[in-house]
């Protein structure tokens, strides 16, 4: 599948959902303790990272495009400090606030990086609340291209029906991140896209692929669905439409560190990528890369532009070797943004020899990446005069590569 990085720039994305604080609690454990066989953290440092619906906003607004985001929070510190990191990032904050109610809280003890302990602080939002942020909504049909539903089963989509019926009579597609084993609450979604788990929880265990696309159409058809998409961790991703060809994607993680947030991420990027004008089946093969991406960080985090392109453009190998214009023009972006000094030469390197190989070495030590540029065959019969070059361009640039 051969495609571009679109123009999320252009993008403009409604999301509606469950919005949480992710809070992480760090530090070293030495110990266990004498009171219970428990390790002891110490904890010497804390961070605070949107999570559920906001990381989703968060995701779109980090890949360039506009988000607005709409659900309910309490009126509480946690709160101000979503609206402070939201805004801070370009997101459009339209929370609804709350009295008497908390913003629902994630808090991970950590050590080492590793996950010792979650802690949730929740309290289910009323049901009769959903009809308000359906009425919100509305207004932000008109200036959005997408909409997106970040179900996380916290009582914000109680209308989810309602909110999918009201954006498709506007014309907007739906994109849902599911967490009801009730499928009927997002009847008529543009997609649903559920991970392995929560489908298999609605359909029971699918034993091959076969299984999974046959009781995934019967899904689709029943609730009239345009297409359904199954995350599957290390196996890839599933997309099933009706009527056109299933379409299997491999995983895209070289490794796995940390899968907080990585649904939020695909979703994003599915989002965004329609948004700014792509196919769907390019706009799934980029959440699929941006899900290998994601999964390497740790806790919920996000997926810049530059990070999917590098992706896309140069595939699993190293910033090396021979490259296309669109490839070199992303590697040189990544390292301006790293505050490398780039530097470029240029030859015909026809009759490569020792001098060639000096001159090269001392280019290198002048900054952090070299660019060396060679001549096409034309240019070289120019210079070089009758019989030259001796060796063809792929032939050159093979030899330089290899240094």
């Known amino acids: 599948m051969k495609f571009q990085i679109p123009a999320f720039d252009r993008a403009r994305v409604l999301v509606i959902g469950d919005i949480m604080l992710d809070r992480y609690w760090l530090g070293p454990v030495s110990r266990i303790s004498p009171e219970a066989p428990v390790p002891v953290v110490r904890i010497d440092h804390e961070e605070h990272r949107p999570g559920g619906a906001a990381n989703v906003a968060l995701n779109v607004a980090s890949l360039g495009g506009a988000a607005i985001l709409l659900g309910f929070t309490g009126e ?5 400090i979503l609206t402070e990191r939201l805004e801070s990032a370009g997101v459009r904050c339209a929370f609804t606030r709350l009295s008497g109610v908390p913003t629902v809280i994630k808090l991970r003890v950590m050590s080492r990086n590793q996950q010792l302990m979650r802690l ?9 609340l959903g009809a308000g942020l359906v009425q919100a909504a509305r207004e932000w049909f008109e ?12 009582g914000s989509l109680s209308a989810s029906q309602a909110l999918i019926e009201a954006a498709r ?26 991970n392995l788990s929560e489908f298999e929880a609605i359909v029971g265990p699918c034993a091959d692929e076969f299984a999974l696309v046959e009781r995934g159409m019967n899904l689709l058809r029943e609730h009239r669905l345009e297409a359904l998409l199954v995350t599957r961790g290390e196996h890839g991703m599933t997309l099933l439409r009706d009527g056109l060809s299933q379409l299997h994607l491999p995983a895209q993680a070289r490794e796995v560190y ?23 089946p390019d706009a799934v093969a980029l ?12 806790g919920t985090a996000t997926v810049s532009a530059l990070e999917l392109g590098q992706t896309m453009l140069q595939g699993d190998g190293p910033e090396r070797g021979i490259m296309s214009e669109d490839q070199l023009l992303n590697a040189v972006a990544a390292a301006r943004e790293r505050g490398e000094r780039i530097v470029m030469t240029n030859g015909c390197f026809d009759i490569l020899h020792a001098g060639h190989v000096v001159y090269l070495e001392k280019a290198r030590t002048l900054g952090d990446r070299l660019i060396v540029a060679v001549n096409d065959d034309d240019s070289v019969a120019r210079l070089k005069g009758a019989g030259r070059p001796i060796n063809p361009l792929d032939r050159r640039m093979a030899v330089l590569a290899g240094l």
Do not use: C, M, W
């Open 76 to 80: 509480d510190s946690a709160a101000a």
């Open 120 to 128: 949730d602080f929740e309290q289910p939002f009323a049901a009769e």
């Open 143 to 154: 200036k959005t291209h997408v909409v997106v539903l970040s179900d996380y089963g916290k």
């Open 169 to 194: 009579v506007a014309g907007r597609p739906v994109l849902v991140d599911p967490k009801s084993r009730d499928f009927s609450s997002y009847r008529g979604a543009t997609l649903v896209s559920p």
């Open 258 to 280: 940390d899968v907080t947030g990585a649904g939020d991420t695909v979703l994003a990027t599915l989002a965004a990528s329609l948004a700014a004008g792509s196919e769907l």
């Open 287 to 298: 959440a699929n890369r941006a899900a290998g991406i994601v999964v390497g960080k740790l």
